[in-house]
């Protein structure tokens, strides 16, 4: 089946509303979100000014595509690393319950997330101000990260979050073939691609399972 890429602001909110069906007060939230976002980026690079215009299809609509990708039942903790502007972790948490834990080492970053998460009476958030090496071992439903480091590294960083359970979404751009293919023959099979709908030409790698960090530092 082939994708349908969100082209226009209009079909990004269109596709949200089929995909989610957000009750008023959480239209309510992305819309404030979207709001104290672009001001916030005039204070600090959270995201290129080119893509305000198009804020609901590269920023919104390509958070929450995560979510829909996450077919897990239940309402386990949901990890976001380098979670920097609160995309993806605070798309999601506006659009689910699920616990929301974001991991940001830089302290204006981390400021902002918690603003935003106070401001739009987000209470299941958590916000760490710590590089992922610090944060204390938990293991995680769901991993996320958006343009947080190369595929090798952040599994190797992240590896002991992961249970046999551990769902990854992990949007990689054009790249995403190409990082997966680096990885051990074990750890390839574990990730399957998923078309972006916000990109004709970026992937998302979205795998099920635990990432063992010897194995995985081993591969060369």
Do not use: Y
Request: proline letters at 4%; a neutral charge; one cysteine or more.
């Amino acid at each position: 089946m082939t994708t349908e890429i969100l082209d226009s602001e209009d079909a990004a909110r269109a596709w949200i509303g089929d995909a989610f069906a957000p009750s008023a007060e959480q239209w309510t939230r992305l819309d404030r979100f979207v709001e104290l976002l672009i001001a916030e980026s005039a204070q600090q690079n959270l995201i290129a000014a080119s893509t305000i215009p198009t804020m609901w299809v590269r920023h919104v609509a390509d958070s929450a595509q995560l979510l829909a990708l996450d077919t897990r039942d239940g309402d386990g903790l949901w990890i976001d690393l380098g979670s920097g502007a609160g995309l993806p972790g605070l798309v999601i948490a506006i659009l689910s319950q699920r616990p929301m834990l974001l991991v940001e080492s830089r302290k204006r970053r981390c400021d902002f997330l918690r603003r935003i998460a106070d401001d739009i009476g987000l209470s299941h958030v958590m916000v760490v101000e710590a590089p992922l090496e610090r944060i204390e071992t938990r293991s995680a439903a769901t991993i996320s990260a958006r343009a947080f480091a190369p595929l090798d590294k952040l599994l190797d960083l992240s590896a002991r979050f992961s249970t046999e359970s551990t769902h990854w979404l992990l949007p990689k751009g054009r790249n995403a073939v190409k990082e997966l293919a680096l990885l051990p023959e074990p750890w390839q099979r574990m990730f399957h691609v998923e078309q972006s709908r916000t990109d004709a030409e970026s992937q998302i790698l979205v795998g099920t399972g635990k990432i063992a960090v010897k194995q995985q530092r081993g591969k060369r």
